[in-house]
């Protein structure tokens, strides 16, 4: 039977607690109860001046910040309109029906104004890991690292094409030291210092809108300017730390950072898991002489068909040479101010050799193999993803921190930005996966009241 509601309560008065239209389950609830706020006073008491007119409170100013992000509301023009009518966001906030609520500007002039060349969000990012290590939330003795591309608010079309010296490496002095130690091993003169000096230059696409994103390049049908941010989480999916770069910095030049951070800020790890773009030389050389289990991918081959792949060479450690299908031996000839020992054969013999088709289109009749001289590491981590333990940590790593991207994308607004440069990119990346690791620390904590 078809009914229609013809009264109307909308001109209704009622006394009412605003603590009463908020649900007894509803996440702001369960976000008061994980933590105290508080914190924020002691964070930002530097910043502030003993004269002058009352500021707005800045715990209210960092919680309309985590409604953003936690609830993926796309920027905080829109925040501000959903507290405006949003009883559930006021509550949290403190505010009552009538208060008067901040002007979406108003977080962006205190940024400007005190918070941008501070390190206030990372301490804020790493408060709430500490408070979910106290609740025993946190299990990083594996970790997970990855990258994503965040889209950057800018047209991939405006840009100038510019010639920009290639930067030098974090472990390039390390590597240098070992590479002429390897030439003084093998009776060679070893390079001045500046033979490593790099004079590289390299041409690259800079944004007229943002030049500090890089141009990123997939695919044929995905080009455009973005930013990496990179993450490493814990088993439980925790985010335990995160750096942003360019788009166009490749993820093995930030994991030794970003480890390094962890065990600043967490500890120690015992293993760290990461997909095939991190398995280098220097990541596993890194990971190992620091004593942390490299779980990382099998890699196929990237030999040409039809001819012989580097493993049918066989390395033999003692005599440091490598020999051949047909079992003739390839001799040490140099090490490269790169790092790679370069192993040849003997043309006269190659030149008849029935396979030497398969081997080599050398001219000379010549086949050159190079080795990393830390190449070992490389060695050790695949014999390592062979144990079950490694290969049960590896499987972790879409449940992870691949699950922390996917979620960070659909429900907390990161598949793009809207902010430009660096700094606040990088305030972005940490109140993202600081409000998710709250959400989470939130829901996992939550008792019902209701039911005990």
């Known amino acids: 039977m078809l009914s229609k509601y013809s009264s109307t309560q909308r001109n209704q008065i009622e006394m009412i607690a605003l603590d009463e239209l908020v649900p007894a389950n509803h996440l702001v609830r369960k976000l008061e109860k994980a933590i105290d706020f508080s914190f924020i006073y002691s964070l930002v008491e530097d910043m502030y001046s003993d004269v002058g007119r009352p500021s707005i409170d800045p715990v209210i100013l960092i919680k309309m910040t985590f409604i953003q992000y936690i609830f993926g509301i796309r920027s905080m023009r829109k925040t501000i309109e959903e507290i405006q009518t949003n009883m559930a966001y006021r509550w949290f906030l403190g505010f009552g029906f009538h208060d008067k609520i901040p002007h979406f500007s108003t977080f962006g002039k205190n940024y400007e104004r005190r918070f941008k060349d501070t390190d206030l969000f990372e301490q ?107 993450a490493a989480s814990d088993r439980n999916g925790f985010v335990l730390g995160t750096i942003v770069t360019p788009g166009n910095t490749h993820d093995s030049q930030i994991l030794e950072p970003l480890v390094e951070k962890v065990m600043e800020e967490v500890g120690k790890p015992e293993a760290v898991a990461a997909d095939a773009a991190y398995k280098t030389p220097v990541i596993t050389n890194y990971l190992i002489e620091n004593d942390i289990t490299p779980v990382l991918p099998y890699t196929r081959p990237r030999t040409k068909e039809g001819y012989f792949r580097k493993h049918d060479y066989v390395y033999d450690e003692y005599h440091d040479c490598y020999l051949c299908p047909q079992g003739n031996v390839l001799n040490y000839s140099t090490t490269t101010k790169e790092g790679y020992r370069q192993y040849k054969s003997d043309p006269k013999i190659c030149k008849d050799c029935p396979v030497i088709m398969n081997c080599t289109q050398s001219k000379n009749h010549q086949k050159l193999i190079q080795r990393h001289i830390w190449e070992g590491y490389v060695e050790e981590a695949d014999h390592l993803r062979h144990h079950q333990t490694i290969k049960d940590i590896y499987a972790k790593r879409k449940e992870t921190i691949e699950r922390v991207f996917a979620d960070a994308k659909e429900k907390h607004g990161m598949r793009w930005t809207t902010l430009r440069g660096l700094k606040k990119l990088s305030m972005q990346a940490l109140l993202t996966f600081g409000a998710m690791n709250l959400k989470k620390m939130a829901n996992w904590t939550w008792v019902n009241p209701q039911t005990g």
């Open 124 to 230: 804020i990012f790493y408060h709430i890991i500490s408070e979910a290590a106290k609740k025993k939330l946190i299990s990083a003795e594996h970790i997970f690292i990855d990258s994503t591309h965040v889209k950057a608010s800018a047209n991939k079309r405006k840009f100038q094409k510019k010639v920009v010296r290639k930067e030098t490496k974090a472990y390039e002095q390390r590597l240098q030291k070992e590479i002429n130690q390897d030439r003084e091993d093998h009776d060679k003169n070893p390079f001045p210092p500046d033979k490593f000096e790099k004079n590289e230059t390299k041409e690259i696409k800079e944004s007229t809108t943002d030049p500090e994103s890089g141009y990123y390049v997939k695919d044929e049908r995905t080009k455009q300017f973005a930013y990496s941010f990179h």
